[in-house]
């Protein structure tokens, strides 16, 4: 008797700026509502910020295995999306230690992880710019280090809130959709 094994499908280079349209599409529409639910919910820590602040990370993990998934074979960002995924979900899980501790915790985490996340957007982006559509990823990365350290800094002082949080995740979208709109058909990337 055979087995057979599956494995994921992957796109091929010719594919995968249909994959990456699709999912940045996504990532638009996604952080769009949750910025405005954050915007609504960003002077204090309560049940719904809590669940938006520990579900962003947590999303953007599960795009980057979405992302990994439909580029294994496709493009040189594996290793890069690899990572993203580990610090996302490691994110997630220190955002939901840090609710505990209140907003100024809340911030240095998430400040972190924008450092973080944003280099490694950055390095995503420039290993993608033939394909078209990553000069938004690009900026997008480089603002994010930028915006972390403010949020790190941001934490310390008086009055602290989470509403930069929710401009952060818009632009964030913005990014994406830009991208989306700028990526190559895939008859031009052959």
Not at 21 to 26: A, E, G, H, S
Not at 77 to 89: E, F, G, T, Y
């Amino acid at each position: 008797m055979d087995t057979v094994v599956s494995r994921p499908a992957t796109a091929t280079p010719a594919e995968l700026p249909a994959a990456l349209r699709r999912l940045y599409l996504l990532r638009f529409a996604f952080a769009a509502i949750w910025a405005a639910l954050l915007f609504a919910t960003a002077d204090r820590l309560g049940p719904l910020s809590g669940t938006l602040l520990v579900l962003y990370p947590l999303f953007d993990a599960a795009c980057a295995v979405v992302d990994l998934r439909s580029a294994r074979a496709a493009d040189g960002a594996v290793k890069r999306l690899s990572v993203n995924i580990a610090l996302s979900a490691l994110a997630g899980i220190a955002l939901a230690v840090a609710l505990a501790s209140g907003i100024p915790a809340v911030l240095r985490v998430w400040g972190v992880w924008a450092v973080t996340a944003g280099i490694t957007q950055l390095a995503v982006g420039l290993v993608r710019r033939r394909m078209g559509g990553q000069w938004p990823m690009i900026a997008s990365g480089a603002i994010s280090t930028l915006a972390g350290a403010s949020f790190f800094l941001q934490a310390g002082k008086d009055g602290a809130t989470l509403t930069n949080l929710a401009g952060y995740a818009f632009l964030g979208g913005v990014f994406f959709l830009a991208s989306a709109l700028r990526l190559k058909p895939a008859e031009r990337n052959n």
